[in-house]
């Protein structure tokens, strides 16, 4: 009896807080027939993104032209920065940085949202002997951060301002409002 009031009391404190589970993310009406364009259409971040449209209600269109809306990832860029070496330059400390920029378009190629940026980082810890161990190790850190910038696509295209943007007729998407209101968003 305790385990299921606590199970409760949990659950409850979960939902109170905002929690909830990633999941299908309701898009604007203009993004339901969406076109993934994409220079590496079989990598890991189009594999992903392709996971959570569908699971958001997306019908993926073949090509660019049976498509009302077209989600263009302009650049996907890999870095990292040497952040602090041991006193025996045995250890050193990388931040692993992926950054994807996107857009989205009509199929008659205008801008309907202006190129985003979204920005992972991680810290990445590389011991001399112990080289290969840290490079599956980086490997692993930028497969979680692709999924992370997934969701983050996932979470700018759902959110009010987009749908605003998409659904108001004469909207201009370079609107000066809505522009800082998603440069404060991704400074977040």
């Known amino acids: 009896m305790k385990k299921l009031i606590f199970l409760l009391f949990f659950i409850t404190c979960l ?6 589970l990633r999941g299908a993310m309701p898009l604007a009406p203009p993004l339901y027939n ?15 993104l392709r996971q ?3 699971m958001s209600g997306v019908q993926l269109a073949q090509n660019a032209a049976e498509a009302t809306s077209i989600l263009t990832i302009l ?3 890999t870095s990292d920065q040497l952040i602090g070496i041991n006193g025996s330059q045995q250890t050193r400390q990388y931040n692993l940085v992926l950054t994807v920029t996107f857009q989205v378009s009509n199929a008659k190629n205008r801008v309907l949202v202006s190129p985003q940026t979204v920005t992972e980082s991680r810290a990445l810890t590389v011991i001399n002997d112990q ?6 190790e980086a490997m ?6 692709r999924r992370d910038i997934v969701y983050d696509i996932m979470s700018r295209l759902s959110s009010a301002d987009i749908t605003a943007q998409l659904t108001t007729p ?18 977040r």
Not at 131 to 136: D, F, G, I, K, P
Not at 140 to 145: A, C, F
């Open 131 to 136: 080289v290969l161990a840290s490079s599956n």
């Open 75 to 77: 650049s996907q860029s």
């Open 34 to 48: 969406l076109y993934l364009e994409t220079s590496d259409p079989y990598g890991e971040l189009a594999r992903h």
């Open 170 to 187: 004469n909207v201009n998407s370079t609107h000066p409002t809505i522009q800082k209101k998603m440069t404060h968003a991704a400074q």
């Open 15 to 20: 939902s109170a807080c905002g929690f909830k």
């Open 140 to 145: 692993n850190l930028y497969s979680q951060m």
């Open 52 to 54: 959570f449209l569908k």
